[in-house]
């Protein structure tokens, strides 16, 4: 089956297609959610929500070939894992500049995926979820800023502190 061909029968709520776009990207989306919520169980919960909210709106999805798919998925995914931390009261200190924080990103860059995403699931519930806002998901920090109703020093203050911290955690693991 194609996705082209499975948006269709999903736009006609045809099980078997919800099936297919399912089996193909579930594995992928809860891997997204395990950035966002530590638990298992809550990933999943937050992928299986993510997913019916996709089922339940695919009608205003418009195929734009290979990817396409994924890309809208994500986002959905991604909102319903920040709504639940939201709801169960994201810890992030409000402050309003980090220009004075300096980071070294060539540490992080000779470690391996594997050993950073380790680390960053240490990180304070604010670092990690700026983290990988504006890291893995590519957000800037005015976005980061209205998906969190916070102000934009304030992600910038927490990228910059998971930063710092990674490095901290990084330079005690090589001693």
Same mark, same amino acid.
């Given at each position: 089956?194609?996705?082209?061909?499975?948006?269709?029968?999903?736009?006609?709520?045809?099980? &078997?297609?919800?099936?297919?776009?399912?089996?193909?990207? @579930?594995?992928?989306?809860?891997?997204?959610?395990?950035?966002?919520?530590?638990?298992?169980?809550?990933?999943? +919960?937050?992928?299986?929500?993510?997913?019916?909210?996709?089922?339940?709106?695919?009608?205003?999805?418009?195929? @734009?070939?290979?990817? @396409?798919?994924?890309?809208?998925?994500?986002?959905?995914?991604?909102?319903?894992?920040?709504?639940?931390?939201?709801?169960?009261?994201?810890? &992030?200190?409000? +402050?309003?500049?980090?220009? %004075?924080?300096?980071?070294?990103?060539?540490?992080?860059?000779?470690? %391996?995926?594997?050993?950073?995403?380790?680390?960053?699931?240490?990180?304070?519930?604010?670092?990690? #979820? $700026?983290? %990988?806002?504006?890291?893995?998901?590519?957000? #800037?920090?005015?976005?980061?800023? $209205?998906?969190?109703?916070?102000? +934009?020093?304030?992600?910038?203050?927490?990228? @910059?502190?998971?930063?710092?911290?990674?490095?901290?955690?990084?330079?005690?693991?090589?001693?």
């Amino acid at each position: 089956m194609t996705e082209q061909k499975a948006i269709e029968g999903c736009k006609k709520q045809d099980r &078997i297609c919800q099936k297919y776009l399912f089996d193909t990207y @579930s594995d992928g989306m809860l891997m997204v959610c395990m950035r966002y919520v530590k638990s298992l169980p809550d990933a999943e +919960e937050m992928m299986l929500n993510g997913f019916y909210n996709f089922f339940k709106t695919i009608d205003r999805f418009i195929y @734009s070939g290979q990817g @396409s798919i994924g890309g809208w998925l994500k986002k959905i995914v991604v909102n319903e894992c920040l709504m639940h931390l939201r709801k169960k009261g994201l810890k &992030i200190v409000n +402050e309003t500049d980090a220009s %004075n924080t300096a980071t070294d990103d060539g540490v992080i860059s000779r470690m %391996n995926a594997n050993e950073i995403y380790k680390l960053v699931m240490t990180l304070p519930e604010g670092y990690r #979820t $700026v983290f %990988n806002l504006f890291v893995i998901e590519g957000y #800037t920090h005015r976005e980061i800023a $209205v998906l969190l109703g916070v102000n +934009e020093g304030t992600s910038k203050s927490q990228l @910059s502190k998971a930063r710092m911290q990674l490095q901290k955690m990084i330079k005690e693991r090589a001693l």
